[in-house]
Nanobody, 125 residues
Framework: VQLQASGGGLVQAGGSLRLSCAAS????????MGWFRQAPGKEREFVAA????????AYADSVKGRFTISRDNAKNTVYLQMDSLKPEDTAVYSC???????????????????WGQGTQVTVSS
């Protein structure tokens, strides 16, 4: 499967961005999806995940209440709406996928089988 992330950019603290990840090459509705981020000098960390139907979601504590993950299976796209952005949200954000069963989702990078190239998000103070 191919994953193409977009929507990153430079935003001031308190602002919003919406990331998109378009998938192709495998029936999208069969995949759980996740967003991860990696800041310079730090390990990749989990941000949010969504089950293949969209019925289950999970968030890192650091983004809970500020970020929202969603998906449109008709458009083969998963989204990450990021509100109330903070400078510590600055990172390269990547989407990932894995074929799954029903409502299962995963929160660690090693559990995903396919990755997109990442999009830079920079939040200025």
């Amino acid at each position: 499967v191919q994953l193409q992330a977009s929507g990153g950019g430079l935003v001031q603290a308190g602002g919003s961005l919406r990331l998109s990840c378009a998938a192709s090459g495998r029936p999208f509705s069969r995949d759980a999806m996740g967003w991860f981020r990696q800041a310079p000098g730090k390990e990749r960390e989990f941000v949010a995940a969504i089950s293949r139907s969209g019925g289950n979601t999970a968030y890192a504590d650091s983004v809970k209440g500020r970020f929202t993950i969603s998906r449109d299976n008709a458009k083969n796209t998963v989204y990450l709406q990021m509100d109330s952005l903070k400078p510590e949200d600055t990172a390269v954000y990547s989407c990932a996928s894995r074929p799954s069963i029903i409502s299962i989702l995963w929160t660690t990078p090693g559990e995903y089988t396919d990755w997109g190239q990442g999009t830079q998000v920079t939040v200025s103070s």
